[in-house]
């Protein structure tokens, strides 16, 4: 039986004693050129960056068939994945050693969907204020081909960081045994929509619950999976890995929005009738506490707070094993005869 790629030894470096003794742009200048070895995350889905200044940074995402939903296209919560990073960087750019931030909110608007031709993402972010406590960074999020997909905003916490003088450098990484997960060939499928136009939409959700539905690659690569269905809400669940962490000691906050994200967009489907698309708008995240990778499940459960004939606000929370509340989310999710 094949070990599942969030159960494989991880690879990358986080939480190293040796980077708070770096500044932000040297850490982002040695991943770059190679002297220290991506965190998890990048290993994972290929994320890394491409280009960083004072006040500005740049990371590149390749679109592959991992990243891919039930609908066959790249997941929208990339949008999050690859501009989370660069959106902390380009305020991270500016701070003194000793200082660190973290995401407190996150921001993405959909303004297109990926195109097969897409290839990669790539976020360039900005910083819009930098304060001595507080910070806003903007991203634009194009495709290889130079079209805007997605806006992004973010707010973030300064906090201070012990400093370990003594920590040598992590070694670069050496080639691994075997392909990085992002490398490898995807698995899972989408879903067939047209053999679904007359089942209505909760049906469609129980039957990913039961396995007569393909998971997409998206959940074969994180473990992403849907756990419940009720009239008025869906529940998804993502155990918290040490693949999803950003070189800190924490979860990648776009890494956690995949799972925000996959919640707030199906809780419109306990009420959809057979033959209506949906697609999310946008997403806003307020990271509440940091979450730890322990490997125990994170769960987001989702509901509609607001129904139109064209649209659906959706809002919900993610949780960690523990039962605190780590995430609280909100999308717009526009609805439509399939067809139009």
């Known amino acids: ?86 959106l902390g960087s380009a305020f991270h750019s500016s701070l003194p050693i000793g200082k660190f931030c973290t995401t407190s909110e996150l921001s993405i608007s959909y303004l297109r969907p990926a195109a097969p031709d897409s290839q990669r993402l790539i976020a360039h972010a900005a910083v819009i204020k930098a304060g001595t406590s507080t910070g806003l960074t903007e991203a634009r999020i194009t495709d290889a081909a130079g079209r805007l997909l997605a806006h992004a905003t973010s707010r973030l916490v300064v906090q201070d960081l012990p400093i370990d003088h003594d920590a040598p450098l992590p070694d670069p990484a050496a080639p691994p045994p075997t392909p990085d997960p992002w490398q490898r060939e995807a698995l899972g499928e989408p879903v067939d929509w047209r053999s679904l136009a007359t089942v209505p939409g909760r049906e469609i959700f129980e039957r990913w619950l039961t396995g007569d539905l393909p998971r997409p690659p998206i959940c074969h690569l994180t473990g992403l999976r849907p756990a419940a269905c009720d009239d008025d809400s869906v529940t998804w669940t993502m155990p918290a890995t040490a693949w999803l962490c950003s070189p800190g000691p924490f979860l990648y906050g776009g890494a956690t929005a995949l799972i925000a994200d996959a ?24 990271f509440v506490r940091p979450i730890l990778p322990d490997g125990s499940d994170l769960t987001a459960v989702a509901s509609v707070a607001h129904r139109g004939r064209s649209l659906a606000i959706t809002r919900g929370e993610v949780r960690t094993a523990d039962g ?12 439509r005869p399939t067809g139009s």
């Open 1 to 86: 039986m094949t070990t599942p790629i969030w159960q494989e030894p991880v690879r990358g470096v986080y939480a190293h004693p040796a980077l708070t003794r770096m500044s932000g742009v040297e850490q982002l200048r040695g991943f770059i050129d190679g002297r220290l070895p991506l965190p998890p995350i990048g290993y994972l889905t290929g994320l890394h960056p491409t280009d960083v200044g004072l006040t500005h940074a740049t990371f590149a995402l390749p679109l592959t068939r991992w990243l891919q939903d039930a609908t066959g296209l790249p997941m929208p919560a990339t949008a999050a994945l690859v501009s989370d990073g660069p």
């Open 263 to 286: 919640a707030l967009t199906t809780a419109v489907m306990p009420s959809l009738p057979p033959g209506t698309a949906f697609r999310p708008l946008d997403l806003r995240l307020r």
């Open 324 to 335: 605190k509340v780590a995430i609280l989310a909100e999308s717009s999710v526009q609805l």
